[in-house]
């Protein structure tokens, strides 16, 4: 059948066929997947847009400056979106060799929760269900998976104050930017990440996360970039979207292979400054409440 749609008492919708219908499909803690290193060109006179002209940051004679990545792996996709609990940035998706895909997350770390949907299937057994179709023979829905149900659909902020010389120091207005401990395998030239965040009060007590569907690009001034010492750094940052109990949070955190590049402290008035922060549109979180979803799933 097509066309169907299914209402709660209240009369709210419970499912329409006549849109799209996405299901859970797998959630769980992220786990560290990999580290990537940050780059800087090799000589100030080598044209930028050749990759050859970049290599690794190292700190002292033995360690790459890195940035740590974690995600999780779906199988089977079709178009996949994840919302996630706690702090983390998608810094992008990776098809592997036996076809599943990967989501790798910066800024994140193991105490972060996932929830990722996709398009319903005709891929689960069960002996009590309800399925429909489009006239095509593809599937519209599907009771043996748990449906995608957003409750909220938030902006995010403009920038907040700026300093003397008119760069922004937190990337949204009533926000906060903050140094704090690197994530990721222990490394004794460990170092300071710099992030700034948000928060957006939802209802007190209800477990929210939160989906990003496109998000922009930030350069960080960071004076004291390595172990709080004075080792400035101009580095590329990205922003995400993450869901807390009570609420949700944005936030731009470096972006795992960033360039690096020396940062020279004149005209800088504050440890952490932004700039090159776009402001001619605002990303929109998705929100979706937790409560009714099965964790772990897969």
Known sequence: ???????????????????ISYGLVKSGYLAYSQSWSRRELRSAGLDPDQGTNWTPVVIYSDSSFTDALYGFTVYNWISPISFIVGPGCLNGTVINADGSMTFLYSNAGTGTKFYCFDLMADSLAGSTFLKTWD????????S????????????????????????????????????EAEL?????YRRKRATSRVNIPLT????????????????????????????????????????YVGGISFMFGPSAGTTNAQLFTAGYSVPISFSNLPTDRYPVALVIATTDLVFPYN
Do not use: C, H
């Open 144 to 179: 043996l998976q748990p449906p995608l149900n957003i409750v909220a659909a938030i902006q995010a902020p403009g920038p907040g104050t700026v300093d003397q010389y008119g760069r922004p120091v937190t990337t949204y207005a009533g926000g906060y930017t903050q140094k």
């Open 135 to 142: 006239t095509t023979g593809r599937i519209t829905f599907n």
């Open 1 to 19: 059948m097509s066309n169907l749609t299914a209402y709660k008492d209240t009369g709210e919708i419970l499912f329409d066929t006549n849109l």
């Open 184 to 188: 990721g395998p222990a490394s004794p």
């Open 204 to 243: 007190a007590g209800v477990e929210y996360a939160a989906f990003l569907p496109w998000s922009r690009s930030v350069a960080f001034n960071d004076l004291y970039s390595f172990n709080g010492t004075d080792n400035s750094a101009q580095y590329g940052g990205q922003e995400g979207a993450y869901g």
